[in-house]
């Protein structure tokens, strides 16, 4: 089996920064794409950046320039560095990765989700 576990949400106010941490366990043969999503009060889940494992980004328009994605690839861990937060950050931020336990079958695994919330 494969989990993914993050860490590093909390309160802060805007303005202020986070670093948000994912680590995936298990049985891993490889992994793919990793991305980081967030849900709001009242919101649809939203892809708020991935990254491949060549380290080819993507960010959502909302996030660009204030957040950095990155991972490494031989620990199997996913970050987010969040910066500049706004009261609208707020959200359950979810990990999302596409596993392989054996190879060339991939499957997609999420994360239990870490709270941010931002305060003005």
């Known amino acids: 089996q494969v989990q993914l576990v993050e860490s590093g949400g909390g309160s802060v106010q805007a303005g202020g920064s986070l670093r948000l941490s994912c680590a995936a366990s298990?049985?891993?043969?490889?992994?793919?794409?990793m991305g980081w999503y967030r849900q709001g009060p009242r919101k649809q889940r939203e892809l708020v950046a991935i990254?491949?494992?060549?380290?080819?980004?993507n960010y959502a328009d909302s996030v660009k320039g204030r957040f950095t994605i990155s991972r490494d690839n031989a620990k199997n861990t996913l970050d987010l560095q969040v910066n500049s937060l706004k009261p609208e950050d707020s959200a359950v931020y979810y990990c999302?990765?596409?596993?392989?336990?054996?190879?060339?079958?991939?499957?997609?695994?999420w994360g239990q989700g870490t709270q941010v919330t931002v305060s003005s």
């Open positions: 990254i491949l494992s060549s380290g080819t980004t």
């Open positions: 298990g049985s891993i043969f490889s992994v793919g794409a």
């Open positions: 999302k990765a596409v596993i392989s336990s054996v190879p060339g079958l991939f499957r997609e695994y």
